[in-house]
């Protein structure tokens, strides 16, 4: 089971972090993935790592803007968010999957966490 928390209303400009535990299982054999989703739109993909923390992968969109991390000792994965804007308005879901390596589809994940609002004001 996946808990995803840390999201929140901020300000354009401002920053968030979130953070996804697992529970149930050893993240460290997982591969993680963060991905959003507005109303009426498809799940998109935000950023990836792999178990080892090597092997990290971002959507173009927020490339340069958002950072993803695991601590895998806590059983944790993050997405720090900077220079947030707007259109990064969604609901933030973390996902995992049993593949040690980073993947950009949904429909590669098999475990989720049940998302977490994240509203940026302009």
């Known amino acids: 089971q996946l808990q995803a928390s840390g999201g929140g209303l901020v300000q354009a400009g401002g920053s968030l972090r979130l953070s996804c535990v697992a529970s149930?299982?050893?993240?460290?054999?997982?591969?993680m993935g963060w991905f959003r989703q507005v109303p009426g739109k498809e799940r998109e993909f935000v950023a990836a790592i792999s178990w080892s923390g090597r092997s990290i992968s971002y959507a173009d969109s927020v490339k340069g803007r958002f950072t993803v991390s695991r601590d895998n000792a806590k059983n944790t994965g993050y997405l720090q968010m900077s220079r947030l804007n707007p259109e990064d308005t969604a609901v933030y879901y973390c996902a995992a999957r049993s593949g040690l390596s980073t993947a950009t589809m949904t429909a590669e994940y098999g475990y989720w966490g049940q998302g977490t609002l994240v509203t940026v004001s302009s």
């Open positions: 149930g299982r050893t993240l460290g054999r997982y591969a």
